[in-house]
């Protein structure tokens, strides 16, 4: 499946017009892959964040964009001045220069990797595609939303997932938990018992950075790492420095295992 085949998918969704409302559907969607093929990591986050302001600046870019190249382009482009805007920069750097120093990237100036490598070394992608605030999405938009998600995993067949955010982890380990036998591999025992008491290892408040491991088939292994939202928020509000800790952690863990492979 090509990326074209995954787009037309979505924009010709039939279920999606009876799940989502009009005004998401109204506002568009964004992608920011152009191709599906060589991709060790995917990044998988909750959704386009909608702001007015950005949001008219983008869509206006991306309509009168001449193709489906340039259309993604131009959320590549806008992607990347979120990704480095603000305090978000600091934790972005720091977010990249782990698998810089673990030698999963390569870079020298972070600006010019955001706006140009980036998008080859990460296949990234949102689960819900539509612009929307947070506090918009339902249940039932993320379990529909799964599907097409399900089509880009199969698609792609990254060795590394980055699943962000606590909803999009709890609807991603739900829905394939069972199906690709996903397991933490250091057991769900450790999570338990490293974690807070009162909250289900299952939990993202557990389960971040703790490596899982799942079969797309009996030959083929990939990997999951479970992280909070890609934010500065939740370094500072949540896990504060811990939340890079585990994160190392997790890919040391990664590592481990593709090496020895």
Not at 123 to 142: A, F, P
Request: charged residues 35%; hydrophobic residues 35%.
């Amino acid at each position: 499946m090509k990326i074209e085949d995954i787009i037309k998918e979505i924009e010709s969704c039939e279920e999606c017009k009876k799940i989502f409302p009009q005004k998401f559907r109204k506002r568009g969607y964004t992608f920011y892959a152009d191709h599906v093929a060589n991709y060790e990591f995917m990044m998988v986050l909750q959704n386009p964040l909608f702001n007015n302001k950005r949001h008219a600046a983008e869509k206006s870019e991306a309509d009168r964009a001449s193709s489906l190249r340039d259309r993604i382009k131009v959320h590549q482009s806008f992607f990347s001045r979120w990704f480095l805007s603000g305090p978000n920069k600091s934790f972005v750097k720091r977010f990249l220069e782990l698998f810089k120093e673990k030698g999963l990237i390569a870079f020298d100036n972070l600006k010019d990797y955001v706006n140009g490598q980036f998008f080859s070394d990460f296949y990234v992608t949102d689960l819900i595609k539509y612009w929307c605030y947070t506090k918009e999405i339902k249940d039932n938009h993320r379990k529909h939303a799964i599907k097409h998600l399900r089509k880009e995993i199969e698609a792609v067949k990254p060795r590394l997932m980055l699943v962000f955010s606590t909803r999009v982890w709890d609807v991603f380990l739900k829905e394939f938990e069972s199906e690709y036998n996903l397991q933490p591999i250091k057991g769900w025992k450790t999570i338990k018992k490293q974690g807070d008491p009162e909250r289900s290892e299952k939990k993202l408040a557990n389960a971040h950075g703790f490596l899982f491991q799942g079969r797309y088939d009996k030959n083929r292994k990939f990997f999951v790492l479970p992280l909070f939202h890609l934010s500065v928020n939740a370094r500072y509000m949540l896990l504060r420095d811990s939340y890079f800790q585990y994160m190392k952690e997790g890919l040391e863990d990664y590592l481990k295992i593709v090496v020895k492979r």
